[in-house]
């Protein structure tokens, strides 16, 4: 068949014939294959960031474990300085005393609120103090106040010079009852 063909018609055949064999082994395997290639490239890279993700949160999960031991005491802490239950009388008897020994006069007010709070997870009585007296009675009240055995937690604090000379002391505070 070649034979009625010039040697220059052959070889345009010949290579004809090779360049549209590669052309479709091109477009039949190797183009395929390409993509195939670049989709598990993209599937691969996807799994990787998953463990990436799935280590980094085992991670944070193993030093959350190894860390609850001292969550779970510095919590317990909470419940050792708050207020006993049933003794608000005596804590508010107490306050009064220490205005009395610091030569101020106090006005007090207590409410409770049974709702535990978010953070702590304890019910808690919210104080309202107002002290008025010469400024370093006042200091000298507030530094005993911190050295009481239950916790106080001072949010608002107002400091005010009087006509008189004395400093008027105005805050609220929140303490908290233990779980009964």
Excluded at 129 to 153: I, P, R, W
Aim: glycine share 4%; hydrophobic share 40%.
């Amino acid at each position: 068949m070649f034979r009625r063909f010039s040697l220059k018609q052959q070889f345009f055949y010949a290579t004809g014939f090779l360049l549209v064999g590669c052309i479709l082994m091109l477009s039949a395997i190797i183009y395929p294959t390409v993509l195939r290639m670049r989709t598990i490239q993209t599937d691969i890279r996807t799994i990787q960031e998953e463990l990436e993700q799935n280590y980094t949160e085992t991670q944070a999960m193993r030093r959350t474990l190894r860390e609850l031991d001292a969550v779970v005491s510095e919590v317990s802490t909470y419940n050792q300085v708050a207020m006993p239950v049933g003794d608000q009388l005596l804590v508010i008897t107490e306050l009064e005393t220490l205005a009395k020994e610091h030569n101020l006069s106090q006005t007090l007010g207590a409410t409770y609120q049974a709702t535990p709070d978010k953070t702590v997870g304890l019910p808690y009585y919210n104080f309202s103090f107002v002290l008025s007296g010469t400024f370093k009675n006042v200091y000298m009240y507030l530094q005993a106040l911190e050295s009481q055995s239950y916790y106080v937690l001072i949010n608002i604090i107002t400091l005010s010079k009087t006509n008189e000379g004395n400093t008027t002391l105005r805050f609220d505070a929140r303490i908290y009852v233990q779980k009964g």
